[in-house]
Structure formats: structure tokens, C-alpha cells
């Protein structure tokens, strides 16, 4: 099982940035998807994002397009959600996930997950 540990959240005003971390650990970090979901209160856990193990492929929620940007470094072991042009509905607890058999946009598809970092817009 693949170990995350997510960082970065913060308080931001709306049309700020942030970048969310993921770092790895436990098994070859370079094998496997990884994806971002977030989380609003009292709301299910919604997909955000995804990359393939090279990096080659990215896959967005229609909400976050073209603000939001999935990256990772394999050297690292390290995945990041670069959120710019932030809105308050993007206040949530953001996860990490990897290891998915099945498709991206479902967390039901995925095996490992982060603590959450919480990220809070304000106005």
C-alpha cells in the first residue's frame, strides 16, 4: 500500500493561489495513477484531478479546468495540485489518492488515501 501525506492548505481570499502537495511513500511511486479529490462539508468526496504514473496524461473535473493544474515529480515521489484563480465553492478538505483500479473520477476506485489538507477561500 502506498503511504500520502498531504500539505499545503491554507486560507486564501478568492482569486488567490495555492499549491497542494502529496508526498509518497511505501511502494514504487513511479507505478501508479495518482489523483486529487476534495471534500465540502456535509457534500460527497468529489473528484478534482488526475495523472498517470508518467505523467503523460491529465484528466480534470469540469469546475476546476483551466485554473487547476496536476503535476507530479517520480524523482520526489511527490504529486501537486497547483489551484490558481481560486473561488469560495473551492473551499474543501482536499485528499490525495493512489493505487486505482478503475475509473479516475470515482474514489470508490481508489485504494490509498491522504489525511486531507483543508482549504479554506474566503471573500
Known amino acids: 500500500q502506498v503511504q500520502l501525506v498531504e500539505s499545503g492548505g491554507g486560507l486564501v481570499q478568492a482569486g488567490g493561489s495555492l499549491r497542494l502537495s502529496c508526498a509518497a511513500s511505501g511502494r514504487t511511486f513511479s507505478n501508479y495513477d495518482m489523483g486529487w479529490f476534495r471534500q465540502a462539508p456535509g457534500k460527497e468526496r468529489d473528484f478534482v484531478a488526475a495523472?498517470?504514473?508518467?505523467?503523460?496524461?491529465?484528466y480534470y473535473a469540469d469546475s476546476v479546468k483551466g485554473r487547476f493544474t496536476i503535476s507530479r515529480d517520480n524523482t520526489k515521489n511527490m504529486v501537486y495540485l497547483q489551484m490558481n484563480s481560486l473561488k469560495l465553492e473551492d473551499t474543501a478538505v482536499y485528499y490525495c489518492?493512489?493505487?486505482?483500479?478503475?475509473?479516475?473520477?470515482?474514489?470508490?476506485?481508489?485504494?490509498?488515501w491522504g489525511q486531507g489538507t483543508q482549504v479554506i477561500v474566503s471573500s
Open positions: 495523472i498517470s504514473a508518467s505523467g503523460a496524461t491529465t
Open positions: 489518492a493512489a493505487d486505482v483500479a478503475g475509473r479516475w473520477k470515482d474514489s470508490s476506485s481508489w485504494r490509498s
